[in-house]
C-alpha cells in the first residue's frame, strides 16, 4: 500500500483532507492509499521521521505550512531542511484561520473579544495545534494587530485543541477546521482571517470588517523525500491534480473554507521557497522562542 503520512494526530483539518486526497488518489491508482498519522511537536516528528523513507513513491507527506515553512524558524536542529530534504508534488489548497469561540461563549463579536483582553490582561487563552503551527501563528499576530495579550495554549494536534474548546477549557481558537463544529452549534464563528468573506460562511465578517485588519492561512501539500524520480513525480502530479478539479473533491474542500490550489511540482517548489522565506517574518513577529 502506499502511505500518505499526516504528522498530526486523527480529527484536524489536516487529516481530513488527506483522507480525502488518499480515498480519491486509492481509488484511480487501484490500490490501497493508507493514512498514517504521526504526531508531535507540531509536525515536527512525523516530518523527521519521513525524510528517511525511500523515495520510491510508496510514502507520501501531507506538507503544511507549519512543517515545511514555519518550522525552519522556530527550531535550531529541526532534523530536515525544507527545500533539500523534500521533492514537492503538487499544491493541493489553502484555507484562511477562522476565530471561532464556544457556542456558550458571552462573545459574540471580535469588538467584544478585544475589549475583554483588555480589561482583563493576560487572563483569556486562545488554544493551538503546537508551537509554529498555523493557529498559533495566528494567534500570535492577533495580539500583535489587536494590542492585547491572551495565553497560547498549545496541544498535540488540532483535534484535541478543538475538543478542549468545544468543552470551554480555552476561550478562543482561529482554526482551518472548525466548519463542522460550527455547523454542528458547538463553535461559534466570530471572523475570518482573509481578505473577503468565506463562501462557506457568508454572514461572518473578516478581520478588516471587524476593526482588527490581519490575514492569516494554512496550506497544504503532497511531498516526497529528496530525488524522487521525475516519473513517479509526474504521475502522482497529474493523479491529484485531476481529483481536485473533480467536482466532488472542489465542493468538499470549498465547503470547508478551503481554496483549491494544484498545478505543476515546480509551482509548488517555488511556492513553497517563497513561503519559507516569508514566515521567517511572521515567526520573528510572533516572539515565539526558537526551541
Request: aromatic content about 6%; some cysteine.
Given at each position: 500500500?502506499?502511505?500518505?503520512?499526516?504528522?498530526?494526530?486523527?480529527?484536524?483539518?489536516?487529516?481530513?483532507?488527506?483522507?480525502?486526497?488518499?480515498?480519491?488518489?486509492?481509488?484511480?491508482?487501484?490500490?490501497?492509499?493508507?493514512?498514517?498519522?504521526?504526531?508531535?511537536?507540531?509536525?515536527?516528528?512525523?516530518?523527521?521521521?519521513?525524510?528517511?523513507?525511500?523515495?520510491?513513491?510508496?510514502?507520501?507527506?501531507?506538507?503544511?505550512?507549519?512543517?515545511?515553512?514555519?518550522?525552519?524558524?522556530?527550531?535550531?536542529?529541526?532534523?530536515?531542511?525544507?527545500?533539500?530534504?523534500?521533492?514537492?508534488?503538487?499544491?493541493?489548497?489553502?484555507?484562511?484561520?477562522?476565530?471561532?469561540?464556544?457556542?456558550?461563549?458571552?462573545?459574540?463579536?471580535?469588538?467584544?473579544?478585544?475589549?475583554?483582553?483588555?480589561?482583563?490582561?493576560?487572563?483569556?487563552?486562545?488554544?493551538?495545534?503546537?508551537?509554529?503551527?498555523?493557529?498559533?501563528?495566528?494567534?500570535?499576530?492577533?495580539?500583535?494587530?489587536?494590542?492585547?495579550?491572551?495565553?497560547?495554549?498549545?496541544?498535540?494536534?488540532?483535534?484535541?485543541?478543538?475538543?478542549?474548546?468545544?468543552?470551554?477549557?480555552?476561550?478562543?481558537?482561529?482554526?482551518?477546521?472548525?466548519?463542522?463544529?460550527?455547523?454542528?452549534?458547538?463553535?461559534?464563528?466570530?471572523?475570518?482571517?482573509?481578505n473577503k468573506r468565506l463562501t462557506a460562511?457568508?454572514?461572518?465578517?473578516?478581520?478588516?470588517?471587524?476593526?482588527?485588519?490581519?490575514?492569516?492561512?494554512?496550506?497544504?501539500?503532497?511531498?516526497?523525500p529528496a530525488n524522487a524520480p521525475a516519473?513517479?513525480?509526474?504521475?502522482?502530479?497529474?493523479?491529484?491534480?485531476?481529483?481536485?478539479?473533480?467536482?466532488?473533491?472542489?465542493?468538499?474542500?470549498?465547503?470547508?473554507?478551503?481554496?483549491?490550489?494544484?498545478?505543476?511540482?515546480?509551482?509548488?517548489?517555488?511556492?513553497?521557497?517563497?513561503?519559507?522565506?516569508?514566515?521567517?517574518?511572521?515567526?520573528?513577529?510572533?516572539?515565539?522562542?526558537?526551541?
Open positions: 500500500p502506499i502511505r500518505l503520512i499526516v504528522p498530526f494526530p486523527p480529527g484536524g483539518g489536516n487529516d481530513v483532507i488527506a483522507r480525502l486526497i488518499a480515498q480519491k488518489l486509492g481509488d484511480r491508482f487501484g490500490q490501497q492509499v493508507v493514512v498514517d498519522n504521526k504526531a508531535g511537536a507540531g509536525g515536527v516528528i512525523g516530518t523527521q521521521l519521513f525524510v528517511k523513507e525511500k523515495a520510491d513513491g510508496y510514502s507520501l507527506l501531507l506538507a503544511t505550512s507549519s512543517t515545511n515553512a514555519a518550522a525552519p524558524h522556530l527550531y535550531a536542529k529541526l532534523g530536515f531542511d525544507p527545500i533539500k530534504d523534500f521533492t514537492p508534488v503538487v499544491s493541493l489548497c489553502e484555507i484562511p484561520n477562522v476565530m471561532v469561540v464556544p457556542a456558550k461563549s458571552p462573545w459574540n463579536s471580535l469588538k467584544e473579544i478585544v475589549s475583554a483582553a483588555k480589561q482583563s490582561p493576560d487572563k483569556f487563552t486562545y488554544g493551538s495545534a503546537g508551537i509554529g503551527g498555523s493557529q498559533h501563528l495566528a494567534g500570535a499576530q492577533f495580539k500583535t494587530t489587536a494590542g492585547i495579550d491572551i495565553n497560547h495554549v498549545p496541544y498535540k494536534g488540532s483535534g484535541p485543541a478543538a475538543q478542549d474548546l468545544i468543552a470551554g477549557h480555552i476561550d478562543m481558537m482561529i482554526d482551518t477546521g472548525s466548519l463542522g463544529s460550527i455547523r454542528g452549534g458547538l463553535l461559534k464563528p466570530i471572523a475570518v482571517a482573509a460562511l457568508p454572514n461572518v465578517p473578516t478581520f478588516a470588517e471587524a476593526g482588527t485588519p490581519m490575514q492569516a492561512s494554512a496550506w497544504y501539500g503532497i511531498v516526497l516519473d513517479v513525480v509526474e504521475k502522482l502530479n497529474a493523479a491529484v491534480n485531476k481529483i481536485l478539479k473533480s467536482s466532488e473533491i472542489k465542493q468538499k474542500l470549498t465547503d470547508m473554507g478551503a481554496e483549491v490550489m494544484g498545478g505543476t511540482s515546480a509551482e509548488f517548489a517555488k511556492f513553497t521557497a517563497a513561503e519559507v522565506k516569508r514566515y521567517e517574518a511572521i515567526v520573528k513577529n510572533s516572539g515565539a522562542p526558537k526551541e
